[in-house]
């Protein structure tokens, strides 16, 4: 099974930066390991849905945002760590949520909760005013 653990996250202010890590072990049933795997990031603020963040193809040669953040966060990926960030700047309060990281077997995985398959337990970000 592949084990995904998010940290980074915290209290910050508006306008303040985070930069959240997700750590991969293990892998895939298939024998996948991470660096085979496309990733991406949703987040979940209390009450709303799981929502898309981004994702990175397997080489990290392309990245995808949702309009909410893009421009503001970048995301990549160190496969030679095993690790998946999220580098966030310009934090609102309206990025306030639990944040999650995720493997995909596709290609180019989308907003759909089903295009992926693993999911870590999320890691807390608060931005205040």
């Known amino acids: 099974q592949v084990h995904l653990v998010e940290s980074g996250g915290g209290l910050v202010q508006a306008g303040g930066s985070l930069r959240l890590s997700c750590v991969a072990s293990?892998?895939?049933?298939?024998?996948?390991?991470?660096?085979?795997?496309?990733m991406g990031w949703f987040r979940q603020a209390p009450g709303k849905q799981r929502d898309y963040v981004a994702s990175?193809?397997?080489?990290?040669?392309?990245?995808y945002y949702a309009d909410s953040v893009k421009g503001r966060f970048t995301i990549s990926r160190d496969n030679a760590k095993n690790t998946l960030y999220l580098q966030a700047n310009s934090l609102k309060p309206e990025d306030t949520a639990v944040y999650f990281c995720?493997?995909?077997?596709?290609?180019?995985?989308?907003?759909?909760?089903?295009?992926?398959?693993?999911w870590g337990q999320g890691t807390q970000v608060i931005v205040s005013s």
């Open positions: 995720a493997s995909s077997p596709l290609v180019r995985p989308g907003a759909l909760l089903n295009q992926y398959d693993y």
């Open positions: 293990g892998r895939a049933a298939s024998g996948r390991t991470f660096s085979a795997y496309a």
């Open positions: 990175i193809t397997w080489n990290g040669g392309n990245t």
